[in-house]
């Protein structure tokens, strides 16, 4: 099986070893993806809901990269810092998927790269032709 780098300027550059995505087969697995404003590489200002617009922006943008929509997403990890914020995250989440949302969890943790409050990472899968 081979596995391909999948890689976007619409999205955040990786601030270390990591690849956006990485295809394998027909899964594609996303890396974590926190609030950074691809053009500047700054975390968005505004707060939770600024920053849980701006990672599922950047993780649409991993995924059209890949030929692949957000309906693909099959699984998903969210990070908060904070569990207090998980109905603003979850409202917004969930605003991108109709009804067959992925599988989830959800945890809280001490911190994220660059004082983030909130990372997430996926797993899609592409159809089968």
Known sequence: MSKNKIETALAPAAIGP???AIQAGNLLFLSGQIPLD????EIVAGGIEAQTR???ANLK???EA???GIDSLVKTTIY???LGD???VNGIYGESFGETPPARATVQVAALPKGSMIEIEGI???PSL
Do not use: C, I
């Open 18 to 20: 990591y690849s956006q």
């Open 54 to 56: 701006q990672v599922m």
């Open 80 to 82: 908060l810092v904070d």
């Open 61 to 63: 943008a991993v995924l």
């Open 86 to 88: 998980f109905a603003t």
């Open 38 to 41: 691809p053009a500047t590489g």
């Open 124 to 126: 899609a899968v592409r």
């Open 66 to 68: 890949a030929n692949l």
